[in-house]
């Protein structure tokens, strides 16, 4: 991993962390219901709507990747001593 991408990866696991302190969980990251039920007007996908079921798994998967808890989207201890945040878990709890 070059230094560009750690510090990356720092600041946006410090961000979420941030967020979660201040008390943004899973339900706050979502798309608006309109993503869910009005079909796209143009592209390749013209008619197409997403599904909440898929997208909800695409979110396990992604705080999966990203060492974030899938319920809470909480930032992982393993993860934020990965990347030198360890100072972090004292203000979001560990």
């Known amino acids: 991993m070059n230094d ?3 510090i990356r990866k720092r600041v946006y696991n410090l961000e979420k962390a941030m967020n979660y302190r201040e008390g943004f969980r899973r339900e706050d990251d979502r798309l608006p219901d309109r993503f869910f039920e009005e079909p796209l007007t143009v592209g390749p996908k013209k ?10 798994k695409i979110m396990d998967n992604y705080y999966k990747e990203r060492g974030w808890d899938i319920k809470t989207s909480k930032p992982g ?13 004292k203000e979001i709890g560990s």
């Not at 008619?47 to 909800?56: H, K, M, Q, W, Y």
């Not at 201890?77 to 878990?89: A, D, Q």
């Open 77 to 89: 201890p393993e993860k934020l001593k990965s990347l030198g945040l360890e100072f972090v878990l």
């Open 4 to 6: 560009c991408t750690g």
């Open 47 to 56: 008619g197409a709507v997403l599904n909440r079921d898929e997208f909800s």
